[in-house]
């Protein structure tokens, strides 16, 4: 089946760009997810990206993909001290709301140092 | 603008015990799913709706059973609670188009 994956921790320091990166296996994914999830809370969707792209910036995020690769990552610049949570990478082969779910990696824990 | 509403928050079961976790969405999404969240394992697929009236099993399905009362509520039962049901339920839904899932805030399961 599909598998997502990610580090499960990263550490930089206040004011540093956070670079966040996952690979996945479906090469008939056709949506990638970033989502966030901070202490005691449930995820909520950061960005996305068609697999037609190869980039996506939404203010201080950017997202590049590398489908030969199958390879996604997540910019975060100036990180800030609120930008500490664990961040899900997720793939779908469909529309995003198809019958069998998203495919989630085991998330990656940015930890910020002072 | 509640979006997904998961009840309880908390609970604490004894073995053998059963219960019901509640979700409902005020988006009109046709798809709702249910998750669990364990350390180091990610979000696991429990069961998923993809329209009212249809439900099916996903990656970790036993042990539980869902309802999909109608198209804004979907609920998942656990009939005989067991320790390894510890964990945090997550319900999401999906208009089924671009733009991912709206997460519920979770439920927080410990079965002694």
């Known amino acids: 089946g599909e598998d997502v994956e990610q580090s499960l921790f990263l550490s930089v320091r206040e004011g540093d760009s956070s670079v966040i990166n996952c690979t996945y296996t479906d090469s008939s994914s056709t949506y990638l997810y970033w989502y966030k999830q901070e202490p005691g809370a449930g995820l909520q969707l950061l960005t996305y990206?068609?697999?037609?792209?190869d980039m996506k910036q939404d203010q201080r995020l950017t997202v590049l993909l590398n489908k030969k690769d199958k390879h996604l990552s997540l910019r975060i610049a100036d990180t800030q001290t609120g930008d500490s949570a664990i961040y899900f990478c997720?793939?779908?082969?469909?529309?995003?709301?198809?019958?069998?779910?998203?495919?989630f990696g085991k998330g990656t824990h940015l930890i910020i140092q002072p | 603008n509640a979006g997904v509403t998961q009840t309880p928050k908390f609970q604490v079961l004894k073995t053998g015990q059963s219960m019901t976790l509640q979700c409902a969405q005020d988006?009109?999404?046709?798809?709702m799913y249910w998750y669990r969240q364990d350390p180091g394992m990610g979000l696991r697929l429990i069961y998923y709706?993809?329209?009212?009236?249809?439900?099916d099993k996903g990656e970790v399905p036993n042990g539980y059973n869902v309802s999909r009362l109608n198209k804004r509520e979907f609920s998942l039962r656990l009939e005989s609670a067991a320790p390894s049901q510890t964990s945090v339920y997550f319900c999401?839904?999906?208009?089924?188009?671009?733009?991912?899932?709206?997460f519920g805030s979770g439920t927080r399961l410990t079965v002694v």
């Open positions: 709706s993809a329209s009212e009236g249809t439900t």
């Open positions: 999401a839904s999906s208009v089924n188009g671009v733009g991912g899932y709206t």
């Open positions: 997720a793939e779908s082969n469909d529309s995003g709301g198809g019958a069998d779910g998203l495919t």
């Open positions: 988006m009109n999404h046709n798809s």
């Open positions: 990206i068609f697999s037609n792209m």
